[in-house]
């Protein structure tokens, strides 16, 4: 009878944080790659608040931070300053686009 799979393993990665780190690498090499890696980011909210007016919604927050701050660890363990760079990345798009939604904005007028 086959072995039957915890839960826990449906994704299973052999552990090895030399491969982490270059598949990490690979991944940061690439805009879209980058792209992914910011709006799982910004899921995780690593660098904001957990708290929440209610409780039950600040300890679902918190995980959710607790895994953007591993996220973020594992991103500048594999490329220093990559963090800095992502967020460059965020602002840059994000002025891009209010860019573009003023000129849609003023095509309309």
Request: a negative charge; aromatic letters at 0%; glycine letters at 8%.
């Given at each position: 009878m086959p072995e039957s799979i915890p839960v826990t393993d449906f994704f299973f990665v052999p552990e090895s944080d030399e491969q982490e780190i270059e598949d990490l690498r690979l991944v940061l090499k690439h805009p879209a790659?980058?792209?992914l890696i910011r709006r799982l980011l910004s899921a995780g909210n690593a660098l904001g608040t957990?708290?929440?007016a209610d409780g039950h919604r600040t300890v679902y927050n918190e995980g959710l931070r607790a895994v953007g701050i591993w996220m973020a660890t594992k991103i500048e363990t594999a490329k220093p300053g990559m963090l800095a760079k992502l967020?460059?990345?965020?602002v840059n798009d994000r002025q891009a686009e209010n860019a573009k939604s003023r000129r849609?904005?003023?095509?309309g007028d």
């Open positions: 790659g980058r792209r957990s708290m929440a967020m460059i990345e965020s849609r904005e003023d095509d």
